[in-house]
């Protein structure tokens, strides 16, 4: 037993020498100082992006094109995330289709204004602005949906629960600029 405790005095008397404590002292004040620049990365690295890309969300303009009844329907699904400032999703019926040209984003209901999609297109101001198109499945023609396929910055949605995902995207992977 005396052996043990003699070999263990022997290391901690090796790791008590002063070169290890200087050593061990660089490396502790390396780890803090990694460990602080990582935090300070992320901050002014991932959180200004985050926050541009909060308030262009926050502030970006949704046209909603369909009747009254879907207008609520489309609308509940997009202001139940609390991604998108209430006041900037707007319903558009059919016989107002001329304010669209300041909506950043339209959000078409093809039950109620298929028979338009060429003039909503026609209407757009860039084809920087996203169309996204609400559908039931195989409720588009083909002819139609080629037409639509071949267009830029254009979605078809067939289901409810994919809506707000292809918005967020439709409006993420577009620009807009800041005021």
């Known amino acids: 037993m005396e052996e043990v405790t003699a070999g263990y005095k022997l290391v901690a008397e ?3 020498h002063s070169l290890f404590a200087i050593f061990g002292g660089i490396g ?3 780890v803090v100082l990694g460990f602080a620049y990582k935090v300070i990365s992320i901050f002014f690295g991932v959180m200004p992006l985050a926050i541009r890309l909060g308030y262009g969300l926050w502030k970006r303009k949704i046209a909603v094109i369909s009747d009254a009844e879907n207008f609520a329907k489309l609308s509940h699904a997009l202001k139940s995330s609390k991604l998108f400032n209430e006041k900037n999703i707007a319903h558009v019926p059919l016989s107002t289709l001329e304010s669209l040209s300041v909506a950043n984003l339209y959000l078409v209901d093809w039950d ?7 003039e ?3 209407r757009r101001a860039s084809s920087q602005i996203p ?7 195989a409720s588009i023609p083909h002819d139609v949906m080629n037409s639509i396929a071949n267009r830029p910055n254009t ?11 292809d918005v967020l995207t439709s409006l993420m992977t577009t620009s807009y600029d800041a005021k």
Do not use: K, M
């Open 28 to 30: 502790s004040i390396l």
């Open 131 to 137: 169309i996204v198109i609400v559908a039931r499945p």
């Open 14 to 16: 090796f790791f008590n």
């Open 155 to 165: 979605v078809v949605v067939n289901f409810l629960g994919r809506l707000l995902n």
């Open 112 to 118: 109620t204004a298929g028979g338009s999609i060429e």
């Open 120 to 122: 909503i297109f026609q």
